[in-house]
């Protein structure tokens, strides 16, 4: 025989129906919402990773001429035909002076127009992308006009590594390498602020040491000493490091977690480390050099490459970073020491207040 008993959830004890439960239709605002955020997250994250690519180029590159003015400007003026807008020209007095330009990355490359010739130079290692298509284009250009060219790469990548891909590379390590020791630093030394900018500065120290002796020695990535590359990167991770601790000590979580993703989702693919910041577009590479992983990029591929040359605003900008950072810590470090100097203080006036015993209520 058929069970006709009526389910608990219809009726009630009583005999009345039971009220309904909760339909899912409160919560859906809440789920369009966290869709609709979720959906402009992934577009935003997509649009940071892959349009300054999408957009890079040349625009505006700095480049020097040299030779008779009629021949250079006749060059000068088949350049921009061949690539509109590509390259800013200047003028400089003889050979030698272009090659110091270059060297000290005044200019990306040059021409020295003389005898019906044209002798390019180029500094692959500052940025291969501007030195291809500044070669390409200047031999196009020259090609049109029936002259001859010449490549003279004044700073080329090393053998074993020829793209530059261990120095282009850094970005993310570098990001990660900031921000991971300062979350340890001040996991393992939670009551400690001086143990923690210790901790971060002498992980800065040997973890650029330790990455730049690998890029030097194992990936063969650069020639020559890798003290001046490796302070360069040891600075670059103490420029993350100790803001973000300065930040915690001062703000909270909150200000460590934004300054964090914006190294991440902004420094990240912004800095420019394969390319240069000129290869970027102008704002976004401008922008990009203000943050650590940027100027940390510029300042490391000039201290590998360049001897250390064309590096002095990186460098400041870097200082500026940990000095901020420090004097972060010192704020925070002082509202510390005055919030529990106040809780010691009430501690201490509770009992001459109100010496009879409080009742808990229940």
């Given at each position: 025989?058929?069970?006709?008993?009526?389910?608990?959830?219809?009726?009630?004890?009583?005999?009345?129906?039971?009220?309904?439960?909760?339909?899912?239709?409160?919560?859906?605002?809440?789920?369009?919402?966290?869709?609709?955020?979720?959906?402009?997250?992934?577009?935003?994250?997509?649009?940071?990773?892959?349009?300054?690519?999408?957009?890079?180029?040349?625009?505006?590159?700095?480049?020097?001429?040299?030779?008779?003015?009629?021949?250079?400007?006749?060059?000068?003026?088949?350049?921009?035909?061949?690539?509109?807008?590509?390259?800013?020209?200047?003028?400089?007095?003889?050979?030698?002076?272009?090659?110091?330009?270059?060297?000290?990355?005044?200019?990306?490359?040059?021409?020295?127009?003389?005898?019906?010739?044209?002798?390019?130079?180029?500094?692959?290692?500052?940025?291969?992308?501007?030195?291809?298509?500044?070669?390409?284009?200047?031999?196009?250009?020259?090609?049109?006009?029936?002259?001859?060219?010449?490549?003279?790469?004044?700073?080329?990548?090393?053998?074993?590594?020829?793209?530059?891909?261990?120095?282009?590379?850094?970005?993310?390590?570098?990001?990660?390498?900031?921000?991971?020791?300062?979350?340890?630093?001040?996991?393992?030394?939670?009551?400690?602020?001086?143990?923690?900018?210790?901790?971060?500065?002498?992980?800065?120290?040997?973890?650029?040491?330790?990455?730049?002796?690998?890029?030097?020695?194992?990936?063969?990535?650069?020639?020559?000493?890798?003290?001046?590359?490796?302070?360069?990167?040891?600075?670059?991770?103490?420029?993350?490091?100790?803001?973000?601790?300065?930040?915690?000590?001062?703000?909270?979580?909150?200000?460590?977690?934004?300054?964090?993703?914006?190294?991440?989702?902004?420094?990240?693919?912004?800095?420019?480390?394969?390319?240069?910041?000129?290869?970027?577009?102008?704002?976004?590479?401008?922008f990009g050099q203000l943050l650590p992983p940027g100027s940390t990029g510029t300042l490391v591929r000039?201290?590998?490459?360049?001897?250390?040359?064309?590096?002095?605003?990186?460098?400041?900008?870097?200082?500026?970073?940990?000095?901020?950072?420090?004097?972060?810590?010192?704020?925070?470090?002082?509202?510390?020491?005055?919030?529990?100097?106040?809780?010691?203080?009430?501690?201490?006036?509770?009992?001459?207040?109100?010496?009879?015993?409080?009742?808990?209520?229940?």
């Amino acid at each position: 025989m058929p069970d006709t008993t009526p389910p608990i959830s219809a009726v009630s004890r009583s005999g009345a129906a039971a009220p309904a439960a909760p339909g899912a239709g409160r919560h859906l605002p809440k789920f369009a919402a966290s869709l609709l955020a979720l959906t402009v997250i992934v577009v935003v994250l997509l649009l940071l990773f892959v349009l300054p690519s999408l957009k890079s180029g040349a625009r505006d590159l700095p480049i020097g001429m040299v030779g008779d003015t009629q021949a250079v400007q006749v060059l000068e003026d088949q350049l921009e035909t061949v690539a509109p807008g590509a390259f800013d020209t200047a003028a400089y007095d003889d050979e030698a002076a272009l090659r110091t330009a270059i060297l000290d990355r005044s200019v990306v490359g040059g021409v020295i127009v003389e005898n019906g010739s044209a002798l390019l130079l180029t500094a692959t290692a500052g940025s291969a992308p501007i030195a291809g298509s500044l070669t390409g284009s200047v031999t196009a250009a020259a090609a049109s006009l029936g002259m001859p060219v010449a490549v003279d790469d004044l700073v080329a990548f090393t053998s074993d590594d020829p793209t530059g891909i261990g120095i282009g590379g850094l970005a993310f390590p570098l990001v990660f390498g900031g921000i991971v020791p300062a979350v340890v630093a001040m996991r393992v030394f939670k009551h400690s602020l001086r143990m923690q900018l210790a901790s971060a500065c002498s992980f800065a120290a040997v973890g650029g040491l330790v990455v730049t002796a690998v890029l030097r020695f194992w990936f063969g990535s650069f020639d020559g000493s890798i003290l001046l590359p490796a302070a360069a990167l040891a600075l670059g991770i103490a420029a993350i490091s100790v803001p973000l601790i300065g930040l915690q000590s001062t703000v909270g979580g909150k200000g460590f977690t934004a300054l964090a993703a914006s190294m991440m989702f902004l420094g990240n693919p912004l800095a420019g480390i394969g390319t240069s910041a000129a290869w970027l577009p102008s704002g976004l590479g401008l922008f990009g050099q203000l943050l650590p992983p940027g100027s940390t990029g510029t300042l490391v591929r000039s201290a590998a490459y360049f001897g250390g040359r064309g590096a002095g605003s990186a460098l400041v900008i870097l200082v500026v970073w940990v000095v901020a950072g420090v004097g972060l810590c010192v704020l925070g470090a002082r509202r510390a020491a005055a919030a529990q100097a106040e809780a010691d203080a009430t501690a201490d006036a509770a009992p001459l207040a109100d010496p009879t015993p409080e009742l808990a209520l229940v």
